[in-house]
């Protein structure tokens, strides 16, 4: 089983609608959580971190779920300009070589 | 303005080749990092750097070799010992180690045949 798994997708969805996407983890002691955005071919950039206490912003929400060792990524009133792979990253503090990158989640926005 | 630079974006090589990949940061981070990207999968850590002279193998480094001279670059040469080499590398920094954010380069493609 992969330390980080997400669901790649992809996901179809209106522009306009609501769609909100998983990220599991294994490790418990998994401290630091992250939402990255990967246009094709592109780098992937950090579209935010994710606090015990969740955190908006703007059609964005990401939340993390400790006891069932999950976190998740709602985007609301979707725009085309949403589309791309969107990457979850577990970190444990202080140790570069536990950064686990999910293989990303596939979204794609019609018109 | 600040940022990671890589170059070059894409570079071909013949097999056999060893070839070394560029990454520069003016952000002023100690940690530096490179990882692999093959088609539909997640990023894979191959080293890492916390500091000046120091860095670490992470889950694939067989086949590589990095160096981290100047606090600002972090070149990754992919040997011939590399028996996959073709993939998209990416360079990433952060401010610390592990627990800050990383802002990644623009990537280099590379496709040995």
């Known amino acids: 089983r992969k330390e980080v798994e997400q669901d790649p997708g992809p996901f179809n969805v209106p522009e306009g609608a609501t769609v909100a996407f998983n990220c599991t983890y294994s490790?418990?002691?998994?401290?630091?959580f992250f939402w990255y955005r990967q246009d094709c071919r592109k780098e992937p950039k950090l579209l935010m971190s994710?606090?015990?206490s969740g955190n908006e912003d703007g059609r964005f929400t990401a939340q993390l779920n400790r006891a069932s060792q999950y976190i998740s990524l709602l985007i609301r009133d979707s725009k085309l300009s949403d589309s791309a792979t969107y990457l979850c990253v577990v970190t444990r503090y202080s140790s570069a070589s536990k950064i686990i990158f999910g293989s990303g989640t596939r979204l794609s926005i019609r018109p | 303005d600040g940022g990671i630079t890589q170059s070059p974006k894409y570079l071909f090589r013949k097999e056999g080749q060893n070839v070394t990949l560029s990454c520069e940061q003016n952000l002023n981070h100690d940690a530096m990092y490179w990882y692999r990207q093959d088609p539909g999968q997640g990023l894979r850590l191959i080293y890492y750097s916390q500091i000046v002279n120091d860095f670490q193998k992470g889950d694939i480094a067989e086949g590589y070799s990095v160096s981290r001279e100047k606090k600002e670059s972090f070149p990754l040469t992919v040997t011939s010992a590399q028996k996959n080499p073709t993939a998209f590398y990416l360079c990433?920094?952060?401010?610390?180690?592990?627990?800050?954010?990383?802002?990644f380069g623009p990537g280099t493609r590379l496709t040995v045949t």
């Open positions: 994710v606090y015990s």
């Open positions: 490790n418990s002691a998994s401290q630091s």
């Open positions: 990433a920094s952060s401010p610390r180690t592990g627990e800050d954010e990383q802002y």
